[in-house]
């Protein structure tokens, strides 16, 4: 059977004359879900998601490499690229800068799964999750949906979404991309070999991983790096109707 593999989704109309925007999703991989973003950073950057196919069972370093890859496809001209990571995103985000820094201006990790360690019940639920009848799985994977999202700030159509973007998920992709998370490293001495500006963004009320705690630990080896801490926020930010990529970008000098 042939696999697709992870490409960018481009919108409708092409930016070349703005700065690239790559945008690397969480679990799901759809690259569906930063859509409550997009219009905002339409205005000023020429945006890419990355879609990672369902049936996709890609390593990290395979799959920055990919990252890499169709980021020098984008590169006709030269001009600004900035990449953005969110929770599992951010981390491959890491891999991908840890690899070829010299492609991008601007480094953005929204409340990055690099802590998931940190979380031992996450991983023992990873190794339960794979011995579970179909069935069981999914109702398994939405119930844990209050620990991933603050309901009460995304509008419904973005939960609806958001769960679709979950259940999207086969049963053997998320085990394996847990196991992922749980063996994720970036040396320290990688990170403070980096010379390009970072902004973390941090949710305070981030209730499935210690989020902001990471993004202290994460600046704390980066040369240059901000720390934007959203107090309301839960793990799913982007898709909360009160935070504004494009605002925290333009309010900071990178808009």
């Given amino acids: 059977m042939l696999h697709s593999s992870p490409c960018f989704l481009t919108p409708k109309a092409l930016r070349p004359q703005f700065p690239l925007f790559v945008f690397l999703p969480g679990m799901d991989g759809t690259g569906q879900l930063l859509r409550a973003q997009t219009a905002g950073l339409e205005a000023r950057f020429d945006v890419r998601c990355l879609a990672i196919p369902p049936d996709d069972l890609t390593n990290w370093e395979d799959l920055a490499q990919r990252v890499v890859d169709l980021v020098k496809g984008e590169m006709i001209a030269p001009r600004s690229v900035y990449l953005c990571g969110e929770s599992f995103g951010g981390c491959l985000a890491m891999k991908v800068i840890e690899r070829a820094p010299e492609l991008f201006d601007l480094l953005i990790l929204v409340n990055p799964a690099s802590s998931f360690n940190r979380r031992p019940w996450i991983g023992w639920g990873a190794q339960l999750s794979q011995h579970l009848p179909e069935v069981a799985y999914h109702w398994s994977s939405v119930s844990l949906l209050p620990l991933l999202a603050a309901f009460q700030r995304i509008s419904s159509v973005d939960r609806q979404a958001l769960i679709e973007a979950v259940r999207s998920v086969p049963q053997p992709t998320s085990v394996w991309r847990m196991n992922l998370l749980q063996g994720f490293e970036v ?26 705690a990471e993004a202290y630990r994460l600046k704390a080896n980066l040369q240059k790096a901000e720390v934007v801490v959203l107090p309301e926020s839960g793990h799913t930010c982007l898709l909360e109707t009160d935070v504004n990529l494009y605002q925290i970008l333009e309010a900071r000098g990178f808009a």
């Fill in 187 to 212: 040396p320290s001495e990688a990170l403070r070999s980096l010379t390009i500006p970072t902004l973390i963004l941090a949710s305070a009320k981030d209730r499935l991983l210690p989020s902001l």
